[in-house]
C-alpha cells in the first residue's frame, strides 16, 4: 500500500491504495464516485472513460501509481448540474437506452469536442470508435455529438 495525491475533479484527494491499482477501482471503491463503469476490464468497451490530462483514457487498466497530480475528470466532474452541452445534446437526442455504456461515451465525445470544436462525421466515428453500445444508438450517439460541437 502507499499513499497517492490525486487531482479528481478539481479536488485534491489522499488514497491509501497497492500502486498497481486501476484509477477506476479507486474512483468507485474509494471515493465513490459510481458513474465511471466497469465493462471489459481490458479497456475494450469504452465504459470506464474519464478525462486524464484533457484526454479520453480507459481507467480500468490504468494503475493509479501513474496518474499521480495529473488532472483526472471523470462524469461526475464534468458538470456541476449536468448541463454540459454533450449531456445537454444526449437528452436531446434521446441517446440512452440502458445507459450503461452513456458515462464513456459521453466522456469520448466531450474529449473529442475539446480538441476539435467542429468535428466532421468521419472525425465523430473515429473517436468513437471503440466505444461500445449494446443498445446500438451509434446513430443517435453521432448526431448528439453534432448537436453539441454546434452549440
Known sequence: M???KLNVNGKQQTV??????PVLWVLRDHLNLVGTKFGCGIAQCGACTIHLEGK??????????????????TIEGLSENGDHPVQKAWLEH?????GYCQAGQIMTASALLMSNTKPTDEEI???????????????????????????
Open 16 to 21: 491509501d491504495v497497492d500502486p498497481a491499482t
Open 94 to 98: 434521446d441517446v440512452a437506452q440502458c
Open 56 to 73: 479520453a483514457t480507459r481507467s480500468c487498466i490504468l494503475p493509479v501509481s501513474s496518474v499521480e497530480n495529473k488532472e483526472i475528470v
Open 2 to 4: 502507499a499513499y497517492f
Open 125 to 151: 466515428e473515429n473517436a468513437m470508435n471503440g466505444n461500445i453500445c449494446r443498445c446500438a444508438t451509434y446513430l443517435r450517439i453521432k448526431a448528439a455529438v453534432k448537436t453539441a460541437a454546434n452549440s
